[in-house]
């Protein structure tokens, strides 16, 4: 079973959700959470698979708590309503593993919640190249920058540098390859079948990009591989 944690601060919002989730037999919703630190103390509690996490929520907002959540090995989906809302970024340098739109069908929602607790990255499909597009035009670490990563209060959850030239320069040829397919959104199973590999393999090559790297999650790797011309 895939425990969930639902965190959405709209009360009619998190109840249809839970009930999408719910209705798949390999998912098991296993706390609610109306705002960030609730998400942060039911995910602590219950030792859920990972947080579907709503982006502007009361007290704490969902880059707060993916910055904790991620540190301690909980995987977290956001779930937000604008295809390039600026929450977005921070929770992409957070180190969330997926991002998904609201407006996502039912069978959409339960195959992402899927492919991330497989520990496969994934951005909705219809945000997957403006947001990359949009965060590789940032500037790198300690640059100055030219839009808040965050409206409002909320301090910039930072965690992104972009790897190196000398760390790209360490990756063998297979993890090129393999880093190439995470940057066109492969998921472990399409890099199998592209690069005439098993699944497990996949995996461990991906395991391997991210830790030379020092990338916290998929996403970013599909963004460096972009930045650094190796995907279309």
Not at 66 to 88: A, C, K, M, Q
Not at 127 to 136: C, D, G, S
């Amino acid at each position: 079973m895939i425990r969930v944690v639902v965190a959405e601060d709209q009360w009619a919002v998190r109840s249809g959700l839970v009930m999408i989730l719910e209705s798949a037999p390999d998912i098991e919703v296993a706390a609610e959470a109306a705002d960030g630190e609730q998400a942060v103390a039911a995910a602590r509690r219950t030792g859920c698979d990972l947080v579907l996490m709503d982006v502007r929520m009361p007290r704490k907002d969902g880059i707060a708590a993916t910055r904790e959540l991620v540190g301690t090995g909980t995987d977290v989906l956001i779930l937000t309503t604008f295809d390039l809302d600026e929450y977005v970024f921070g929770a992409l340098r957070a180190g969330a593993a997926g991002f998904l739109l609201k407006n996502v069908d039912a069978d959409g929602l339960i195959e992402s919640v899927r492919v991330v607790a497989r520990g496969e990255g994934m951005i909705a499909p219809a945000v997957t190249r403006r947001l990359i597009r949009e965060f590789a035009g940032a500037p790198t670490a300690g640059a100055p920058a030219e839009r808040a990563d965050t409206p409002g209060d909320t301090p910039d959850p930072g965690g992104w540098e972009r790897p190196a030239a000398s760390a790209l320069a360490e990756l063998t040829p297979r993890e090129r390859e393999v880093l190439a397919c995470v940057g066109e959104g492969l998921s472990n199973r399409q890099v199998a079948r592209r690069l005439g590999i098993t699944e497990p393999t996949a995996k461990t090559h991906v395991s391997r990009v991210l830790a030379k790297l020092g990338l916290r999650s998929r996403v970013q790797a599909a963004i460096a591989a972009q930045e650094r011309g190796l995907a279309p």
